[in-house]
């Protein structure tokens, strides 16, 4: 929820919601069904197999998503003012 903090003060529309599945095709038609213009999707550098999979989410979803997706590395947004 920080990043919907954070959107916030940016004057963003943001909409959160959890599901169950494959992460990057809950994305993508997430963000299709919404019409969404730009796709913000964290990364965590870690390694082995957790690297491998959160890697392969941002990788599909900025394969298949329809609209702009930025990766953003963890930590690397401050919502402090």
């Known amino acids: 929820m920080e990043a919907a903090n ?6 963003l529309a ?14 993508v038609e997430f963000a ?3 019409a969404c213009d730009l796709i ?6 870690r390694s082995g197999f957790w690297s491998r999979l959160l890697g392969e989410t941002a990788d599909r979803v900025s394969d298949h998503a329809q609209c702009s997706v930025m990766v953003v590395k963890a ?7």
């Open 32 to 34: 299709k069904k919404r």
């Open 6 to 11: 954070f959107a916030a003060e940016c004057v």
């Open 40 to 45: 913000i999707i964290g990364y965590r550098n």
């Open 14 to 27: 943001i909409e959160c919601e959890t599901q169950s599945g494959r992460p990057a095709k809950g994305i």
């Open 75 to 81: 930590g690397s947004i401050s919502t402090s003012t």
